[in-house]
């Protein structure tokens, strides 16, 4: 009855929407040939995986529950090379994440230079499965090629549990989701006004309530890792620093060395620039991130800093701008950074900042400091991110797309949705609009070379839980999943718009809480 129940179902679907095995497939593959043999039929306890090396036991697991969760059959592991289901790594292969997906009658076989590659390939499987329901009910595998990789090799998401903690098994669900659609990348924004969130050993009173061990953070790096996702630690300095200003007043500036520090309620105040017990605390504090973290960077923010409230009123901040000749207290950037930016070289980690320039709205027309060349930056205000890849270009700084008009899934997807508390008038981001984002923005491939990457944010003010996380990330985090995967000539609006429904039904059965962009339907 079941299976008959089943057929009835695709027989519908298929009456109803040209169903086949790309109907769910996001972001969509780089390319794609359609085979023209019989589908390939999986058998409980007959078919078989085989995996040429160990790296490959992740993917290999994950598989073998995407096939029972989507056929409800049991696929074994074989140590035979002639196994009907082969993961295999090749090195001989170009690009890190690229990956061959070939299934035929006689099986199917990932192949990938890495075993993040044939991870990739793997979730391709489960939305050729999710997409290709008529076939799959009947436990087979349509013939297609799929070979593919990405167009951007930084693809992350970035979670805020400095405004509102996280506890850690709402991130590892959050990891579970994002890397269905390929981010490689999660930022943690682990330090703002709101709350210091990581335990420092060397200084355990800059932790409150609610923080990340780092023995939780640790287990945590390595769930990520075997999902090939890059955990990167973010310090916000020398501003959004008042959790460790309220433990330690004596880091800020002169004038504020009296003024009352609340965790989430005093903002605006800053590190000192001209105090050297500031760099003796950071240096070891670093030290102490670098070692956490096996990650290749660190994010020391080094945005919104509100200079005329701080350095041009801290008495050692005006003699240090004396003593170096400076006109402007932004200038005080240059020898913080000089030195913040040293601690991190010197634990092998490549530094990260926020985009900032000499002026907040367009138009604008330099850096707000000389960043060094080694500094990887984030474009991010709204409107600059021309400006800003034209300046990393020209200065030769590696650059992060995140720009707020596209990309920062905080603000409202449709007028008057959510949030309804701490939106302080944030501009609305539609699901068509972060569609709409080419990272590139149409210069040539030379003028873009040294983009890295996209990064969806989700500031926390407003974001309370792992349920809003997930219902402001989705749909949206899948548009800029493909923004940052899918080659511009295969990006289509109105495919994606089709790709969408069984993902979005896909991730509420996984208990996602997301929104339903009712208004990209036409009406009639």
């Known amino acids: 009855m079941r299976t008959f129940i089943c057929i009835c179902l695709c027989a519908l679907a298929g009456c109803l929407?040209?169903?086949?095995?790309?109907?769910?497939?996001?972001?969509?593959?780089?390319?794609?040939?359609?085979?023209?043999?019989?589908?390939?039929?999986?058998?409980?306890?007959?078919?078989?995986?085989?995996?040429?090396?160990?790296?490959l036991e992740f993917a290999a697991h994950s598989l073998q529950d995407i096939l029972h969760d989507r056929m409800q059959v049991e696929v074994?592991?074989?140590?035979?090379?002639?196994?009907?289901?082969?993961?295999?790594?090749?090195?001989?292969?170009?690009?890190?994440?690229?990956?061959?997906?070939?299934?035929?009658?006689?099986?199917?076989?990932?192949?990938?230079?890495?075993?993040?590659?044939?991870?990739?390939?793997?979730?391709t499987v489960d939305?050729?499965?999710?997409?290709?329901?008529?076939?799959?009910?009947?436990?087979?595998?349509?013939?297609?090629?799929?070979?593919?990789?990405?167009?951007?090799s930084y693809r992350a998401l970035m979670l805020d549990p400095a405004r509102n903690f996280l506890p850690v098994e709402d991130v590892k669900f959050f990891i579970d989701q994002m890397v269905r659609y390929k981010y490689n990348?999660?930022?943690?924004?682990?330090?703002?006004?709101?709350?210091?969130?990581?335990?420092?050993?060397?200084?355990?009173?800059?932790?409150?309530?609610?923080?990340?061990?780092?023995e939780q953070l640790a287990d945590l790096i390595q769930y990520a890792a075997k999902r090939h996702v890059e955990i990167v630690p973010e310090l916000d300095i020398p501003g959004h620093t008042v959790a460790i200003l309220a433990t330690y007043p004596e880091l800020g500036?002169?004038?504020?060395?009296?003024?009352?520090?609340?965790?989430?309620?005093?903002?605006?105040?800053?590190?000192?620039?001209?105090?050297?017990?500031?760099?003796?605390?950071?240096?070891?504090?670093?030290?102490?991130?670098?070692?956490?973290?096996?990650?290749?960077?660190?994010?020391?923010?080094?945005?919104?800093a509100v200079v005329e409230k701080n350095w041009t009123k801290c008495e050692r901040c005006q003699a240090m701008m004396k003593e170096l000749g400076y006109q402007k207290a932004s200038q005080l950037m240059i020898p913080f950074f000089d030195r913040m930016l040293t601690f991190v070289q010197e634990n092998g980690k490549t530094p990260i900042l926020w985009c900032e320039l000499d002026r907040i709205y367009p138009p604008a027309n330099d850096y707000l400091f000389p960043y060094p060349k080694n500094v990887t930056l984030v474009s991010w205000?709204?409107?600059?991110?021309?400006?800003?890849?034209?300046?990393?270009?020209?200065?030769?700084?590696?650059?992060?797309m995140a720009p707020g008009e596209y990309a920062y899934l905080d603000y409202p997807q449709y007028k008057g949705d959510l949030p309804e508390f701490n939106n302080w008038g944030m501009p609305v981001t539609t699901l068509e609009k972060c569609y709409q984002f080419d990272p590139g923005y149409g210069v040539s491939d030379a003028d873009q070379a040294?983009?890295?990457?996209?990064?969806?944010?989700?500031?926390?003010?407003?974001?309370?839980?792992?349920?809003?996380?997930?219902?402001?990330?989705?749909?949206?985090?899948?548009?800029?999943?493909?923004?940052?995967?899918?080659?511009?000539?295969?990006?289509?609006?109105?495919?994606?718009?089709?790709?969408?429904?069984?993902?979005?039904?896909?991730?509420?059965k996984k208990g996602v809480s997301l929104r339903v962009p009712f208004e990209i339907v036409n009406r009639k």
Not at 39 to 51: D, E, M, N, Q, R
Not at 386 to 398: A, I
């Open 253 to 304: 500036c002169t004038h504020t060395d009296t003024l009352p520090k609340i965790v989430g309620k005093t903002l605006d105040l800053m590190l000192c620039a001209n105090n050297e017990k500031v760099y003796t605390v950071y240096r070891n504090i670093i030290k102490e991130i670098s070692e956490l973290f096996p990650s290749r960077y660190i994010h020391l923010g080094g945005d919104e």
């Open 127 to 152: 939305q050729l499965l999710l997409g290709d329901m008529c076939v799959t009910a009947q436990k087979k595998i349509s013939s297609v090629i799929i070979d593919d990789a990405p167009r951007f």
């Open 17 to 55: 929407s040209a169903q086949n095995c790309t109907s769910a497939l996001l972001p969509m593959p780089n390319r794609i040939l359609f085979g023209k043999e019989k589908p390939f039929a999986v058998h409980s306890g007959k078919t078989c995986i085989y995996l040429n090396q160990s790296e």
């Open 185 to 214: 990348t999660l930022q943690l924004h682990l330090t703002d006004d709101q709350g210091w969130r990581v335990e420092i050993k060397e200084y355990p009173g800059l932790v409150g309530k609610d923080y990340y061990t780092q």
């Open 450 to 508: 040294h983009i890295q990457g996209i990064m969806g944010t989700l500031w926390g003010e407003a974001i309370r839980d792992m349920n809003r996380v997930t219902y402001m990330t989705y749909p949206r985090g899948m548009a800029l999943a493909e923004a940052g995967w899918t080659q511009m000539e295969h990006r289509d609006w109105e495919s994606f718009k089709k790709r969408l429904y069984p993902n979005m039904m896909n991730l509420m």
């Open 381 to 400: 205000r709204g409107g600059l991110t021309p400006t800003c890849l034209e300046l990393t270009r020209k200065y030769g700084n590696s650059l992060i």
């Open 76 to 123: 074994p592991f074989s140590k035979s090379d002639r196994a009907d289901i082969r993961l295999l790594i090749d090195p001989a292969m170009d690009g890190e994440e690229h990956y061959r997906l070939e299934t035929n009658t006689k099986g199917m076989v990932i192949r990938g230079k890495t075993a993040a590659a044939v991870y990739y390939g793997v979730m």
